[in-house]
């Protein structure tokens, strides 16, 4: 393949208009949009997946750096606030715990607050380790308010194709171009192997300098034509299918998602201000499609108002996110599965960088690499947190968790799982998503008790213990009492209006 002198990048196609397609057209045209000119293509006769309902923080940042108005973003996409997500039955059937988004206790430099904890444990002074987070006693109490300087860390819940259009309205306002039809050919420079153009079925051709891929599982551009391998991690993430069914609300709104685990797999709740979300994740290994649909199908809270319907994916990573004049985003690029919604995050992650990195004078390898090794250190350390849930549990009442229970983990997820059980301590590794306190909830939350705690918190006494325990868990307890029932908030912050 001949090498070309760099070309400027003006024209950015973008393929698809999922999640991902939006997402990505929203960010460039509000930065960079003066001196683009962005098209994207969507197919309706295609359409999207339909899921991907759960966020974490991060897209608070995201929609910051859009300048989006919260009451309007919310009341658009008949958003909830959430809180956390409630795995129930990982560890162990009938047994449950919260992921939270908040912090718990307090730390000091040289120990975080879980040795304390584990010391006051010891001493029997302690209670359970979510009575030390604000934010998971709130989840628990199903109360939400906006606390001052931040003081409450939470995410959404979300229709996602009211997500998509409402990131459609905002992104034709900055001048994205939106075209309507199936692409059916993509042409390739021979000499240096770029995308040059699309062809869609109705005979229009879209050149482009830059194209974006977000057609999907599909992934049109960056798999079927650059060939660029997928990673498969079915080994590690053995939950290969989904079936996903809408019901009406039965109650208020949780600030929850909740996560419950099955015999070959686990079945999520989404609440929404006009309908519930629903899905059993499985693998199609342990359990076939139709015994999948009738377990979901018979654990349902509300009145289904969708048929049922199937998906099917493979757990992985595209070797290269970004290749020649091709960047990935989405599902196109990799999916590890939804256990802690983490897909919407790595989609504006990888627009971020794609901003920092933006080849305006032309690609440069050297940008292309960075780009690729920051996107990959990124999943593998989420793909480690998740299987952690997975494989640390004391369930072995089907094949599915025995498997999990014994298979070989990656040599980094190892390494925590021993420090953290011979030590109690935890680090956050550059760059990393989760933080110490979400790999501790976690770890702590499917069964592993350190064997010991930092001499840091030997230094305290049963009574100075007692009282700094205490004194944080009361302080939650108070503020709690105060906050509003969260269905409450939600109906005077951003009630949506009444679905068509
Ligand atoms: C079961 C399941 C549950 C999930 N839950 C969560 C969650 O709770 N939280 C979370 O963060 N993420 C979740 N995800 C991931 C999330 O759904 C996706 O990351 C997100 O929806 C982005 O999808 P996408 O835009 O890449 O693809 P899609 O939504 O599939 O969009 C693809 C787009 O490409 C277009 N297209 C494809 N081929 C062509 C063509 N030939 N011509 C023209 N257009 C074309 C389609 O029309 C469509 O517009 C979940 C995923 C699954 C499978």
């Known amino acids: 393949m001949q090498t070309k002198e760099p070309q400027a990048i003006r024209r950015v196609v973008i393929a698809g208009g999922g999640t991902a397609g939006w997402m990505a057209a929203a960010a460039l045209s509000k930065t960079l949009g003066k001196l683009l000119d962005i098209t994207l293509i969507e197919s309706d006769e295609i359409g999207t997946v339909g899921v991907g309902e759960a966020t974490i923080p991060t897209l608070l940042t995201f929609h910051n750096l859009l300048e989006l108005n919260e009451q309007e973003v919310m009341a658009a996409t008949q958003a909830t606030f959430k809180l956390g997500i409630s795995f129930e039955g990982w560890r162990n059937v009938g047994e449950d715990y919260i992921h939270s988004f908040g912090l718990t206790g307090t730390d000091h430099w040289t120990a975080g607050f879980q040795h304390f904890w584990l010391k006051g444990v010891e001493r029997k002074l302690a209670r359970d380790y979510g009575e030390y987070c604000l934010e998971l006693k709130a989840s628990q109490h199903q ?299 976690c770890m702590l939350g499917q069964g592993i008790m350190p064997k010991q705690h930092h001499q840091t918190a030997d230094l305290m006494g049963d009574a100075e213990l007692l009282h700094f325990l205490e004194g944080i868990r009361t302080r939650i307890e108070q503020t709690v009492k105060q906050l509003p029932p969260h269905q409450a908030y939600v109906q005077q912050y951003c009630a949506a209006a009444p679905p068509m």
Request: with cysteine; proline share 4%; glycine share 8%.
């Open 143 to 441: 109360r939400f308010a906006h606390l001052p300087n931040g003081g409450m860390n939470y995410a959404y819940h979300l229709d996602a194709s009211l997500y998509a259009k409402f990131l459609r309205k905002f992104s034709e306002r900055f001048g994205v171009k939106r075209i309507e039809g199936k692409i059916g050919e993509v042409n390739t420079d021979a000499a240096t192997g770029h995308i040059t153009s699309l062809k869609l079925d109705s005979g229009a051709t879209i050149e482009g300098d830059l194209f974006i891929d977000c057609t999907g599982f599909r992934a049109l551009l960056i798999g079927q034509t650059m060939g660029i391998e997928y990673e498969d991690w079915s080994h590690w993430l053995l939950c290969d299918s989904a079936i996903a069914v809408q019901t009406a609300s039965v109650g208020p709104a949780l600030p929850l998602t909740r996560s419950i685990a099955h015999p070959s797999g686990w079945q999520w709740r989404i609440p929404l201000q006009h309908r519930v979300g629903n899905g059993k994740v499985y693998s199609s290994r342990y359990i076939d499609d139709d015994a999948a649909r009738a377990t979901l199908m018979g654990n349902l809270a509300g009145e289904p108002l969708t048929t049922p319907r199937l998906i099917k994916f493979q757990p992985g990573q595209r070797r290269e996110t970004w290749h020649g004049n091709c960047v990935s985003l989405g599902l196109s690029s990799g999916f590890l599965e939804p256990i802690e919604s983490t897909s919407i995050h790595l989609i504006q992650r990888g627009i971020i960088r794609l901003l920092q990195l933006f080849p305006s004078a032309g690609i440069c390898q050297s940008e292309v690499d960075e780009y690729n090794r920051q996107s990959r250190a990124e999943i593998e350390h989420i793909r480690d947190f998740i299987i952690l849930h997975y494989h640390v549990t004391n369930r072995d009442d089907s094949a599915f968790w025995r498997y999990c229970r014994e298979m070989e983990i990656p040599a980094s997820l190892r390494h925590r799982i021993e420090l953290f059980r011979e030590t109690g301590r935890v680090f956050r590794i550059e760059n990393e998503l989760f933080a110490e306190n979400s790999w501790i909830q």
